[in-house]
């Protein structure tokens, strides 16, 4: 394939995640967004847990059964000439790591607000990984049809705890059982509001020309209101700019109800029309430019059991640069090993079919058996890899023992292969024999027990530790390097454990006692960040 059709691939390309506070509606916009673009011809429901139908993205048993989402999930979808690589993320801050490693994956976000609850915790924290990866994010409130915010303190909101100016595209008309739709700003239109279903509908009544007369006798006090609010904004409010997008210091601002399937179709167009196509992305090495020639990709993200029945793992892949072909020689940098994959699947959720070409941008699923890492890359035979994948040091740990010691094996295995993922980070001892596993939030430790007895037929013991406190441990070769850091390991056996990469950790009661660590060892470093790429630490994001 020549270079320049390589070139119109990618320009076709938009990677993008969904990002939010739990709750905010964005696992219902994700379905939306499949639904309009002809993904899927009905939404599954995603708000009653006993409902015949779950989201197309929540495919865990123990998602359907709570109604949240525990794991990333990747669709691809063509809309107008594009294709659309859409992951939709956890929204519970005890998932963030899954989140942050899926927003490496990424070239934008679109970020959902409730309209009611207006900037929460969850939302800063992803905002804040997002800037730092300089990531432009699209901005939809949602829930327009109930009692919520005015969007002026909302669109304040925004600005002020998120550091980046709002600007409107589509503006409401009246909230909750007033609320008459929404008016489009670019293309000077209103388009009117209708309670929507599980089912898209071509035929919603759209009013050309905002200076209609009757459109003011026909929505009244909220109309005049809306018009108000809008001079006001076009006066204050800075014109859209496509670098300030793009650098991720401004972003467009959509009001609708995802569940009604109102202003969605106007979210799905400015992901085509305002999103960037996948550009460069850093390596160790160089930095590769996606139009190259030659087949790279990175390990973002790895899932077990997505089909129970085969205990399959899938390895997800962004490729970053050139075509990829099924049954393509790829070799791993890490390990040099060589890999002809000729089941690659492409995504809709669970859902896969069968994929014989992919171009930088796209999500591709490599089935292995733990030949694949998380941060792992992949290519035709170039040495590189790709920075940026973090781990974060765990904030909350627990003992993990089999309640069937036949079992013992079984909880190995299972622990392993969830480890690998990165669903929960696991510790073995230097010294000692019992499993520890690590977390930020106490729901990681629900699911996985959840998931040992359900994928895995092992039911555990999952008692809490007495650390409270992780830091990788490095020694930089100038300081003595690899016998400081083992004369460390030794010195410190009974709290010193290795990690799935077998990367070591140092586990501790109290922050006191590393600031003491710190003072008694100067050689060492302590890192609250990993990365995979042989420790390499972003800085920038551990604070």
Same mark, same amino acid.
């Not at 429901?45 to 059964?65: G, L, N, P």
């Not at 210091?249 to 196509?277: H, K, Q, W, Y």
């Not at 160089?286 to 990709?297: L, Q």
């Not at 292995?368 to 890899?385: A, I, K, M, P």
């Given at each position: 394939?020549?270079?320049?059709?390589?070139?119109?691939? %990618?320009?076709?390309?938009?990677?993008?995640?969904?990002?939010?506070?739990?709750?905010?509606?964005?696992?219902?916009?994700?379905?939306?967004?499949?639904?309009?673009?002809?993904?899927?011809?009905?939404?599954?429901?995603?708000?009653?847990?006993?409902?015949?139908?779950?989201?197309?993205?929540?495919?865990?048993?123990?998602?359907?059964?709570?109604?949240?989402?525990? =794991?990333?999930?990747?669709?691809?979808?063509?809309?107008?000439?594009?294709?659309?690589?859409?992951?939709?993320?956890?929204?519970?801050?005890?998932?963030?790591?899954?989140?942050?490693?899926?927003?490496?994956?990424?070239?934008?976000?679109?970020? &959902?607000?409730?309209?009611?609850?207006?900037?929460?915790?969850?939302?800063?924290?992803?905002?804040?990984?997002?800037?730092?990866?300089?990531?432009?994010?699209?901005?939809?409130?949602?829930?327009?049809?109930?009692?919520?915010?005015?969007?002026?303190?909302?669109?304040?909101?925004?600005?002020?705890?998120?550091?980046?100016? =709002?600007?409107?595209?589509?503006?409401?008309?009246?909230?909750?059982? !007033?609320?008459?739709?929404?008016?489009?700003?670019?293309?000077?239109?209103?388009? &009117? !509001?209708?309670?929507?279903?599980?089912?898209?509908?071509?035929?919603?009544?759209?009013?050309?020309?905002?200076?209609?007369?009757?459109?003011?006798?026909?929505?009244?006090?909220?109309?005049?209101?809306?018009?108000?609010?809008?001079?006001?904004?076009?006066? $204050? $409010?800075?014109?859209?700019?496509?670098?300030?997008?793009?650098?991720?210091?401004?972003?467009?601002?959509?009001?609708?109800?995802?569940?009604?399937?109102?202003?969605?179709?106007? %979210?799905?167009?400015?992901?085509?029309?305002?999103?960037?196509?996948?550009?460069?992305?850093?390596?160790?090495?160089?930095?590769?430019?996606?139009?190259?020639?030659?087949?790279?990709?990175?390990?973002?993200?790895?899932?077990?059991?997505?089909?129970?029945?085969?205990?399959?793992?899938?390895?997800?892949?962004?490729?970053?640069?050139?075509?990829?072909?099924?049954?393509?020689?790829?070799?791993? =940098?890490?390990?040099?090993?060589?890999?002809?994959?000729?089941?690659?699947?492409?995504?809709?959720?669970?859902?896969?079919?069968?994929? +014989?070409?992919? *171009?930088?941008?796209?999500?591709?699923?490599?089935?292995?058996?733990?030949?694949?890492?998380?941060?792992?890359?992949?290519?035709?035979?170039?040495?590189?890899?790709?920075?940026?994948?973090?781990?974060?040091?765990?904030?909350?740990?627990?003992? &993990?023992?089999?309640?069937?010691?036949?079992?013992?094996?079984?909880?190995?295995?299972?622990?392993?292969?969830?480890?690998?993922?990165?669903?929960?980070?696991?510790?073995?001892?230097?010294?000692?024999?019992? @499993?520890?596993?690590?977390?930020?939030?106490?729901?990681?430790?629900?699911?996985? $027990?959840?998931?040992?007895?359900?994928? *895995?037929?092992?039911?555990?013991?999952?008692?809490?530790?007495?650390?409270?406190?992780?830091?990788?441990?490095?020694?930089?070769?100038?300081?003595?390097?690899?016998?400081?850091?083992?004369?460390?390991?030794?010195?410190?056996?009974?709290?010193?454990?290795?990690?799935? %990469?077998?990367?070591?950790?140092? @586990?501790?009661? *109290?922050?006191?006692?590393?600031? $003491?660590?710190?003072?008694?060892?100067?050689?060492?470093?302590?890192?609250?960040?990993?990365?995979?790429?042989?420790? &390499? !630490?972003?800085?920038?994001? +551990?604070?």
């Amino acid at each position: 394939m020549s270079d320049v059709q390589i070139e119109q691939q %990618v320009r076709r390309r938009r990677t993008f995640a969904i990002i939010s506070h739990p709750d905010a509606g964005k696992t219902t916009l994700t379905e939306k967004l499949l639904l309009f673009s002809g993904a899927i011809q009905i939404a599954g429901s995603v708000k009653a847990r006993k409902a015949s139908r779950h989201a197309t993205s929540d495919w865990m048993e123990i998602e359907k059964q709570r109604g949240i989402s525990v =794991a990333s999930s990747v669709m691809q979808m063509e809309y107008r000439d594009c294709v659309i690589n859409l992951l939709d993320t956890p929204g519970h801050q005890d998932f963030s790591e899954d989140t942050y490693r899926v927003l490496t994956a990424v070239d934008a976000a679109l970020m &959902v607000i409730d309209a009611a609850n207006g900037v929460e915790p969850q939302t800063r924290r992803l905002l804040q990984v997002c800037r730092a990866r300089n990531t432009p994010i699209l901005t939809f409130v949602n829930k327009m049809d109930r009692e919520v915010q005015e969007p002026l303190a909302l669109m304040d909101e925004i600005e002020r705890e998120l550091g980046m100016d =709002a600007v409107p595209f589509t503006w409401p008309v009246g909230m909750a059982k !007033f609320f008459g739709g929404v008016l489009d700003l670019r293309r000077d239109r209103m388009r &009117v !509001f209708a309670a929507g279903e599980d089912r898209r509908s071509d035929d919603d009544e759209i009013v050309e020309g905002l200076a209609d007369p009757r459109l003011a006798r026909r929505f009244g006090a909220p109309w005049e209101q809306a018009m108000a609010e809008i001079e006001l904004v076009r006066e $204050a $409010a800075p014109a859209f700019d496509e670098n300030e997008f793009l650098a991720g210091r401004c972003t467009p601002m959509f009001f609708g109800s995802a569940i009604n399937n109102f202003g969605v179709r106007e %979210v799905l167009d400015a992901l085509v029309d305002l999103a960037p196509p996948p550009g460069p992305k850093p390596a160790l090495q160089r930095s590769v430019e996606p139009t190259e020639p030659r087949f790279s990709g990175v390990v973002f993200k790895i899932q077990a059991n997505m089909d129970p029945a085969h205990r399959d793992r899938i390895a997800f892949v962004r490729v970053a640069s050139g075509r990829f072909e099924r049954g393509m020689r790829l070799k791993v =940098a890490r390990s040099g090993k060589e890999l002809r994959p000729n089941t690659v699947v492409t995504f809709l959720s669970q859902r896969r079919e069968l994929l +014989e070409e992919a *171009y930088a941008g796209d999500i591709i699923g490599l089935p292995n058996h733990g030949v694949l890492q998380l941060g792992d890359t992949l290519t035709e035979g170039e040495v590189l890899q790709f920075t940026g994948l973090p781990f974060f040091a765990p904030e909350i740990f627990r003992t &993990v023992e089999v309640a069937d010691p036949l079992k013992t094996k079984q909880l190995r295995a299972g622990l392993t292969q969830l480890g690998e993922e990165g669903a929960i980070q696991v510790f073995r001892p230097v010294a000692g024999s019992v @499993l520890l596993l690590g977390a930020v939030g106490q729901l990681q430790f629900e699911v996985v $027990a959840h998931r040992l007895e359900h994928e *895995y037929g092992v039911k555990a013991r999952v008692q809490p530790a007495r650390y409270n406190v992780a830091r990788w441990v490095t020694c930089p070769d100038e300081e003595g390097g690899a016998k400081e850091l083992q004369r460390f390991i030794d010195a410190n056996a009974h709290r010193v454990a290795l990690d799935a %990469v077998d990367a070591p950790c140092v @586990l501790l009661e *109290y922050a006191g006692e590393l600031r $003491a660590m710190q003072d008694n060892w100067p050689k060492i470093r302590f890192h609250a960040l990993r990365e995979h790429a042989g420790l &390499v !630490f972003q800085q920038r994001l +551990e604070g």
